[in-house]
Each structure stands twice: as C-alpha cells, then as structure tokens.
C-alpha cells in the first residue's frame, strides 16, 4: 500500500471539517425550528408554510448563484430540510394536541 499524497490527504481533511461544521450548523438549524414548532402549535397555525417555504427557496437559489453552486442542488438541499421539518412540526402539534 502507497502512502497518500500529502494534497490528498489534506484536501479530504478540509471536507471532514467542513462535514462537522454543516452538521453543526443543521443540528442548530433544527433547535430553532423545534422551537418554531412549538409555538406554531401553541398559536394553532399549521405545520407548513408554503408561501415562507417559496420564499426560502427562492433566496437560497440567489445565493447559490452567487456561491456557484447548481440552485437545483439548492433546492432539493432546502425541499429535504423542510420536509423534515414539517415532519417535526406536525408531531409537536399531534403532542400538544394530546
């Protein structure tokens, strides 16, 4: 077995970092839209928002763009998060209904 070269290897430590930081960055994500949720449910409004969700879309294509990066890939990221999310939604309000 060869050694791996030095830009290799460094190259996929800074893809590590960066993995830890975006799950970082997603749990901290989540505890806010935890928090969202809750007080949806406190105020009986509705798990999802579409016009917030096209909005968000919307702006996370724009910096894409700016970021060179695909806004489809953009929004497929952001459509997964926020299914997720509305997923967590409607449970906290199915458990404040119970």
Known sequence: ???PN??????RASIDNLDS???CL???RFKITQAVGRLKAELG???ADPDREGEQ?????????????DPEFAEKFLTFIVSEVVRHHEQIAQEAKS
């Open 1 to 3: 077995m060869t050694a």
């Open 6 to 11: 030095p830009e290799l290897s460094r190259m």
């Open 21 to 23: 930081a975006i799950v």
């Open 26 to 28: 997603l749990a901290e």
């Open 45 to 47: 409004l509705p798990a």
């Open 57 to 69: 879309i919307q702006r996370l294509r724009e910096l894409a763009r700016a970021a060179n990066l």
